[in-house]
Every structure is written in structure tokens, then in C-alpha cells.
């Protein structure tokens, strides 16, 4: 719902990262042509199966094929699937579904294969993707997809970290699954089952927060009974709408529900309006002994949130305080 902005040096330093352990697991499944697993038995925890027991699947040539290319150096396909820009992501799914049905396949060797190289040997290893810097390095402190929560990154030993959404899911995608742009930090409510969870953009036709425009989702209020408004009771007469909306991603992740519960922060702004707040505290800050605001600053004061759009994501609720804002007059469009 907020828009993240496409860094391709942070894409660059994450590939860097993980370059290493991607080429060694893929030339280990070449090199042996395929994967080795053991059969599921049941036995005591303490019995290890004997080596003898594993089995082999399979790689197919068309895969073979394809990982032999990611490792040729001269056409950089590895670091261009790793860095892949967010346009280019929608592209690639696509070639997928059209030309590698049996990459996404989840019952299909080939999606075993390459779940076992990019889920299971480099995403959920610690040790190396580090989750946490990777959602410090990209700097959002709320969930784009909402922009409700805080997801703040806190320090690992302390285990508090948001959701890292896969935008395509990786049990469906696994050759995506540290594809920069296909992880989107995000709440646990946005990543949930009650919401995104496993759904594919490719089927249900979400766009990606990296993809989002600011005027792709717009807020307004609307009033039934201006002489009823009280912003200290529970009861209202205002309801807070979509102007602007990608009906797809509404209806995925329920933010006209949501939204609607939030009618309180839409009252204190008409109440603002209404007491011309904004001007006699303009005037005030504007006037004050020894401080000095900038425009955005007094604004950010008189919204009680970040007035700028480039810092939507700063503050949760900080998509509908501009927009409702901007309406009522409180501030006025950059």
C-alpha cells in the first residue's frame, strides 16, 4: 500500500552475500546429478538411516541446463536473477509459468531440486542470509502492504524481527526464494494465512509494494452527521474510504475492513480543521523562541504524523494522516 523504493546496490551487497554458497550447492547438485534424501522411516530418534539407504533424485536436462547457465560466468545470470529489478520479477514469473511449468510444480523433481539450492541450503541458513540485515539494510519501519504495524528489526539474540514475505511464494517459486525483490518485510497480519499466506500475485493479480504508486491507493472520509461528532466516544459518523485502490490487493490483504476501524484518526483531523488548528498552530511554531521547523516539519507537528511521501513508511497510519490531511486542508499537496 506504501511504495518501497528498488535499491540496486542493497541488491548488489545481498547477492554478494550469498554468491558463494549459491554456486557451490548448484555445482554440488550438477555435480552429482541431483539430490540425495533418505526415506522417510520410522524408527527410534537415536537410529541414523545407513548411507546406503539414500536416493537419489533426479535432475533433469532441461534443469541441468539451466543451472549449468546460472554458472556461466560471461552472462551473469546468477546475479541477474538474485538482483532481479521488480518489473523484471513479473517478467520472469512469467516466462516461468509459460516455459518452466516443471520449476513450479511443487510435486515435479525439478521443484525439489531447486527448493533443496535456494529454500533449504541458503534461505532458512542463518548463517547465511542473515534475515536481520537484511530488513535493517532496507529501512522500512512499517508493513508496506498495510502500513498499520510497525515492523522494526530488533538485535537477533533478542529474536524479535518482522516477516520476510516472499511476493511469490517460494514453495511454489523456490528459484526465487532470495531473489531480492520477492522478499518484502512485512507484518505478521499481511503475511498470515488470514491474508497473503501462500496466495500467488500471478494468480489472484496483487501488485508488489515495489511496483505500488503513491496515488494508486488514496484516502477519504466521509461524514453522515457532522453535528454528531465526538471524537472522545466510541460512536462516529465518519467512515474512512478508499478514493484510490488496487481492488485485488484489498480484497487480499482486507485493508477496507481494516481501515475502517481507524475512523478515530480520521476525527481528530476533521477536529483540527474545524478549530482552524493548523493555521493558529502554524503561526504559533512559526513564532517560537528559539526553534526553528521547516514547512514539512510544522506540518509533520500538525498532522501528528510524517507529511512528506517519501516518509510513508516511517510511521504506521502515516498513508491515510497525508492524504486525509491534504483533503481537509490541514496541509497542502507537495
Request: glycine share 4%; with cysteine; proline share 5%.
Amino acid at each position: 500500500m506504501v511504495p518501497i523504493l528498488y535499491n540496486s546496490s542493497l541488491a548488489i551487497i545481498h547477492y554478494s552475500a550469498i554468491e558463494s554458497y549459491l554456486v557451490h550447492h548448484i555445482s554440488r547438485v550438477l555435480d552429482d546429478g541431483g539430490i540425495w534424501k533418505n526415506p522417510r522411516v520410522i524408527a527410534p530418534a537415536a537410529v541414523i538411516p545407513l548411507a546406503s539407504s539414500r536416493h537419489l533424485v533426479p535432475i533433469s536436462a532441461g534443469l541441468e541446463s539451466f543451472l549449468i547457465g546460472l554458472l556461466d560466468l560471461t552472462n551473469n545470470s546468477l546475479r541477474e536473477l538474485i538482483c532481479l529489478e521488480p518489473s523484471k520479477l513479473e517478467l520472469y514469473v512469467d516466462n516461468l509459468n509459460l516455459n518452466y511449468p516443471t520449476f513450479i510444480d511443487l510435486n515435479s523433481n525439478d521443484c525439489k531440486i531447486l527448493s533443496n539450492i535456494f529454500v533449504n541450503s541458503i534461505y532458512e541458513k542463518l548463517a547465511i542470509f542473515n534475515k536481520f540485515n537484511f530488513i535493517s539494510n532496507i529501512g522500512l519501519n512499517t508493513c508496506p502492504y498495510c502500513n498499520r504495524n510497525y515492523i522494526y528489526a530488533v538485535n537477533k539474540r533478542k529474536v524479535v524481527k518482522p516477516e520476510i514475505d516472499h511476493f511469490y511464494p517460494e514453495s511454489k517459486y523456490p528459484i526465487l526464494a532470495v531473489s531480492y525483490s520477492n522478499l518484502i518485510p512485512s507484518c505478521q497480519s499481511c503475511n498470515g494465512l488470514g491474508a497473503k499466506g501462500k496466495q500467488d500475485p500471478y494468480l489472484v493479480g496483487i501488485i508488489s509494494p515495489y511496483l505500488i504508486k503513491t496515488d494508486d491507493f488514496r484516502f477519504t472520509l466521509k461524514i453522515k452527521n457532522i453535528s454528531a461528532i465526538n471524537p472522545l466516544c466510541g460512536k462516529t459518523d465518519v467512515e474512512v474510504l478508499f478514493k484510490n485502490k488496487v481492488q485485488n490487493n484489498c480484497d487480499v490483504f482486507n485493508l477496507d475492513d481494516l481501515y475502517s476501524l481507524h475512523h478515530d484518526h480520521a476525527i481528530e483531523l476533521l477536529i483540527k480543521r474545524r478549530l482552524k488548528y493548523s493555521k493558529k498552530y502554524r503561526d504559533y511554531l512559526n513564532s517560537y523562541d528559539n526553534l526553528t521547523f521547516n514547512k514539512s516539519e510544522i506540518d509533520r507537528m500538525i498532522l501528528g504524523n510524517y507529511s512528506l511521501e517519501k516518509e510513508q513508511s516511517k510511521r504506521p497510519l502515516s498513508k491515510l494522516y497525508q492524504d486525509i490531511g491534504k483533503e481537509l486542508g490541514l496541509i497542502k499537496e507537495k
